[in-house]
């Protein structure tokens, strides 16, 4: 299994130099990926907190972090038809939803994935499947690690992930020199402690 690694610095990566600060690893037992969260999980920022870090598994080797929906329009220059696609995706994926004979009590109500909700909506299209411009991450490395190895175990797989509270730091630096002020419950790199929907 191939790791890759986003390490972000205190400031955004230049564009010519992206390739340099991403790290690859191989790892190829369980123990190499015990190892892995061990160190990962014990290791600590320079005030002496545990890093919030933000994981990814992908189940084949992709080499970069291309949502689903992207992927399928790879080599095609209308970005207006992807725009117009997933525009018809969103209203066919409310219409079904609006028309289901039984819900679950975890599901969320027809109101919040309603028009003007078009992110919650993909979040949710998401999860049942659809292709979206989402990527899905989540704070447990095991989770990551299950999605990385869902797929066939013939094939190498990925495994993303990044310091949080860097990114995020990185992130409110950019939109200073912008004059633009960010909240900072949301400076955890879009990551959140809720349920998605």
Request: aromatic letters at 10%; a negative charge.
């Amino acid at each position: 299994m191939e790791q890759v690694v986003d390490a972000p610095g205190p400031a955004p990566a230049p564009a010519s130099s992206l390739a340099e600060s991403i790290t690859t690893l191989t790892m190829s037992s369980p123990a190499d990926c015990i190892d892995l969260e061990e160190e990962l999980f014990t290791s600590t920022n320079a005030v002496g907190q545990r890093r919030p870090l933000a994981f990814r598994g992908q189940s084949r080797t992709f080499g970069t972090l291309v949502p689903s929906f992207r992927r399928r329009f790879e080599g095609k220059k209308s970005v207006k038809t992807a725009e117009l696609i997933e525009d018809e995706l969103i209203k066919a994926f409310r219409t079904h939803y609006a028309n289901l004979k039984l819900t679950m009590a975890d599901m969320p109500a027809q109101s919040q994935i309603a028009g003007g909700k078009d992110l919650r909506c993909l979040s949710v299209m998401q999860h049942y499947g659809v292709p979206t411009r989402l990527l899905d991450w989540t704070e447990n490395f095991w989770t990551a690690m299950y999605f990385a190895c869902a797929g066939d175990p013939e094939e190498d797989a990925e495994l993303w992930f990044y310091d949080r509270a860097a990114f995020g730091t990185a992130s409110n630096l950019a939109k200073a020199s912008c004059g633009i002020l960010d909240h900072p419950d949301r400076s955890h790199g879009g990551i959140r402690n809720e349920n998605p929907y």
